[in-house]
């Protein structure tokens, strides 16, 4: 006897798409009606202006040496960040007293404002790129420690013991247990710290700079031109979009890798 055929769960992957698509056009058809009628014109423009002043930027030299400028502040502090993070977490983690002495001292400096730090880089390094370098590496460091430190502390002892008995070595250790329990903290801490990477560099641009996206974004905020600064956050919610869907593939790449994916189910025999 054959089954009967089960009901659709839900919308297929097409609806969905044409359902974002079509409340973005309504957003933006009501932004254009209420654009001078309801709200000030000079607060948020109008969808027709912000797209002017996108193209404006898009095609103008200046506008791609500051969205390069920007793209090399975030994707150098963010590596620096992975980096110091990385390290910072593993040697901690790895020796407790060490942990328990440090961990306090670190948690005191992570309880400051990253952007309250930009004063104080700009001052050692001046306006150029090393000063936003310097606090997207800041931001970014941290999550990744902290992500690693407690994944280490949290490590199954009794897997390591196992394999110690049966006459592993540290590589083994490294390779069967560590390894797999870090997998999924890190790329966490990646996805977290590619938003933060680009705060802190906005942040200080948006303080002190001669380039990038926030000394564009200052620069309009100054001047109320609203159409320029919602082109500006539109080229920053790129920028996001870029970086985390690479570290989303990274992420899917290494756990598949590891053998870490979730196994999809086998088809159920028809009855």
């Known amino acids: 006897m054959q089954a009967a055929p089960r009901r659709g769960s839900g919308w297929n992957g097409a609806q969905i798409v044409a359902a974002r698509v079509g409340v973005i056009v309504l957003a933006l058809v009501v932004w254009q009606l209420v654009s001078g009628p309801l709200i000030p014109e000079y607060a948020i423009s109008k969808p027709t202006e ?20 920007t793209t090399v502040e975030i994707a150098v502090g963010f590596g620096i960040g992975v980096a110091i993070g990385t390290t910072l977490g593993l040697v901690l983690g790895s020796f407790p007293v ?30 150029g790129a090393w000063s936003k370098i310097t606090i997207a590496a800041t931001g970014v460091a941290f999550v990744v420690f902290y992500n690693l430190y407690l ?13 110690e008995v049966m006459g592993g070595r540290k590589h ?15 790329f966490a801490a990646l996805k977290a710290g590619g938003p933060l990477a680009i705060l802190g560099v906005i942040g200080a641009e948006f303080i002190a700079s001669s380039q990038g ?26 920028l996001t979009l870029v970086l985390n869907g690479l570290l989303t593939q990274l992420d899917k790449y290494a756990l598949k890798r590891l053998g870490l994916l979730p196994r999809k ?3 159920q025999p028809r009855a």
């Open 50 to 69: 912000v797209v002017q002043s996108l193209w404006k930027l898009l095609t103008s030299p200046a506008g791609w040496t500051d969205i390069g400028a």
């Open 98 to 127: 060490a942990g328990r002495v440090l961990e306090p001292l670190i948690a005191a400096v992570n309880g400051i404002p990253k952007i309250a730090l930009a004063p104080l880089f700009l001052l050692f390094f001046g306006i």
């Open 151 to 163: 994944g280490l502390r949290q490590r199954q002892r009794e897997l390591v013991e196992v394999i």
């Open 172 to 186: 083994h250790v490294l390779a069967y247990v560590t390894i797999p329990t870090l997998a999924s903290p890190f």
């Open 213 to 238: 996206v926030g000394h564009e974004l200052f620069s309009y905020a100054t001047a109320l031109d609203a159409s320029g600064e919602f082109a500006a956050l539109i080229v920053l919610v790129a």
């Open 265 to 267: 189910k086998a088809a």
